[in-house]
């Protein structure tokens, strides 16, 4: 199971807003990924992702629910919350204790036909910290949620990591998710000034657990990432392929560069 560490840089392309083969790029040194939607992909994505010498990640959303996806019909209204602020064709889900049983199997479901089917490396899931924007999930319903996911992804066994949640949690919580998770992904740490929650003693970095940061307003301050070991780069919001008007990919440390 592909288990990221702080070693040497990784070259992290993030393009779950539209992914094709003629996005995988060249001049690649040391160790790429890409993360790309799991549902729109094809085992064929991934094997050329493999043929290009990286790896795969596979984009799930598991707090919240697209109108678009097939399996949408599958989950109950019961579970089905408010529609999620500036989306307004995707809810959150109610990750509640008496809710689980029946969004878990369904997430199962996900991980198995649209990850491990198609040979991806790892998962990306998205939306963890629904108990921050809806008031009806417990915190500690979100968190047993969560651990729940990772623990789906490595039965697989698939790399899991861990989106976002780290800035919403306190120290003393930090044990269990670095043991559920195998490295993170964060977004504008650098532009609302998050970055430290990191680096901090029992997180991801000093336990050399590879982070990745994207930015989208602000470029991040790259001698600071670079010196502490985490991935971070500046990329077009709408995350698009490398061939799409649009995009965007400035890393600190360049796709040519094995080491910090």
């Known amino acids: 199971m592909w288990a990221p560490s702080t070693s040497a840089p990784i070259h992290f392309h993030w393009m779950i807003g539209g ?3 003629a996005d995988i790029l060249s001049g690649q040194s040391g160790t790429a990924v890409y993360d790309i939607d799991g549902e729109g992909a094809t085992a064929a994505d991934v094997a050329a992702i493999h043929a290009a010498g990286a790896l795969a990640i596979c984009y799930v959303d ?4 697209e109108k678009g996806r097939s399996d949408y019909g599958e989950f109950p209204s019961s579970v089905i919350g408010p529609v999620v602020s500036g989306w307004p064709n995707e809810n959150w889900l109610l990750v509640t204790a008496q809710n689980q049983s029946v969004i ?3 997430m199962q479901a996900r991980f198995e036909n649209w990850c491990k089917a198609k040979g991806f490396d790892g ?6 910290d629904g108990w921050t924007n809806v008031s009806s999930i417990p915190e500690t319903d979100n968190i047993t949620y969560d651990l729940a996911i990772a623990q789906l992804a490595h039965a697989l066994p698939l ?5 976002n949640v780290m800035t919403d949690l306190d120290s003393s919580q930090f044990p269990a ?3 559920g998770f195998d490295w993170a992904l964060n977004e504008q740490c650098y532009e609302y000034s998050e970055c430290a929650v ?3 003693a029992g997180s991801f970095i000093p336990a050399g657990k590879a982070v990745f940061d994207v930015e989208y307003n602000v470029a991040p301050d790259c001698a600071q990432a670079d010196q502490v070991h985490m ?3 500046l990329t077009d919001l709408d995350l698009v392929g490398a061939t799409t008007s649009g995009y965007v990919y400035t890393p600190c440390v360049p796709d040519s560069q094995a080491t910090w």
């Not at 598991?62 to 629910?65: A, E, F, S």
């Not at 998962?123 to 963890?128: A, T």
């Not at 790399?159 to 989106?163: D, E, H, M, N, R």
């Open 104 to 106: 878990l199997p369904l």
């Open 19 to 21: 992914f094709t083969t």
């Open 177 to 179: 998710f670095l043991a």
């Open 123 to 128: 998962i990306e899931p998205d939306n963890l």
């Open 198 to 200: 990191y680096t901090q």
């Open 62 to 65: 598991v707090g919240t629910l």
């Open 159 to 163: 790399s899991i990591g861990l989106k």
């Open 231 to 233: 991935n971070a780069q």
